[in-house]
């Protein structure tokens, strides 16, 4: 029996998890199972979503505020405008 057929959403977020993570999937693995596990409605798996996107941006975000002055060094100047959708993004329920 398939492990991923209860929730369709489980897999879902591994594979994503394992596409942002890359190499730090492994370590964070059995937290990833656990929180992929209890993800059982659309709404959960979206809010998921938006959380890690949140966390991406925000990381993001500090990264180039930390090396703006080094870069307005050098002749450029940094703007960032965050998109309010992802481009290209689409939603695995085809409702978009």
């Known amino acids: 029996m398939n492990p991923f057929a209860g ?7 591994r594979r994503y998890l394992f596409e942002v993570l890359k190499e730090r999937y492994k ?3 059995s937290y990833i199972e656990r929180i ?8 959960d798996y979206e809010a998921l ?16 505020e930390q090396y703006k002055d080094q870069i307005a060094k050098m002749g450029y100047r940094v703007q960032v405008v965050p ?4 481009v290209g993004g689409k939603s695995i329920f085809g409702d978009d």
């Open 7 to 13: 929730n369709p959403h489980s897999l879902a977020i």
């Open 27 to 29: 370590k964070n693995e």
């Open 36 to 43: 992929a596990s209890s993800v059982a409605i659309k709404e």
């Open 49 to 64: 979503g938006a959380l890690v996107a949140d966390v991406y941006e925000s990381g993001f975000m500090k990264a180039v």
């Open 83 to 86: 998109e309010s959708k992802p």
